[in-house]
Nanobody, 124 residues
């Protein structure tokens, strides 16, 4: 059973940076596509970014392009999300997800495994 745990969330001022981590335990996810999603209060879950196993193929939501960067360290079974120039609209609970397949995807229904989420709060 795959278990995902996010960390690194917190309170940051607008314009600041945070780095989220997603640590996986259980069967290795070295060949699986993974992603970050987020959910703000009163809104549905929103795609942020996805990556293939090597990080050679990535995709970002338009709202975070140029500011967020996804990466993976498969030796540590960990995925990261570097978030720079944070805006108030980035405030949300951030979830990492993993899918059984290798192809990155932006649809949450493609992902079988989810973490519990980490809160990101941006103060203006």
């Amino acid at each position: 059973q795959v278990h995902l745990v996010e960390s690194g969330g917190g309170l940051v001022q607008a314009g600041g940076s945070l780095r989220l981590s997603c640590a996986a335990s259980g069967p290795t996810l070295a060949r699986n596509a993974m992603a970050w999603f987020r959910q703000a209060p009163g809104k549905g879950r929103e795609f942020v970014t996805t990556t293939n196993w090597s990080g050679s193929t990535t995709s970002y939501a338009d709202s975070v392009k140029g500011r967020f960067t996804v990466s993976r360290d498969n030796a540590k079974n960990t995925m990261y999300l570097q978030m720079n120039d944070l805006k108030s609209e980035d405030a949300a609970v951030y979830y990492c997800a993993a899918k059984i397949g290798m192809v990155p995807a932006s649809d949450e229904f493609d992902y079988e495994y989810w973490g519990q989420g980490t809160q990101v709060t941006v103060s203006s």
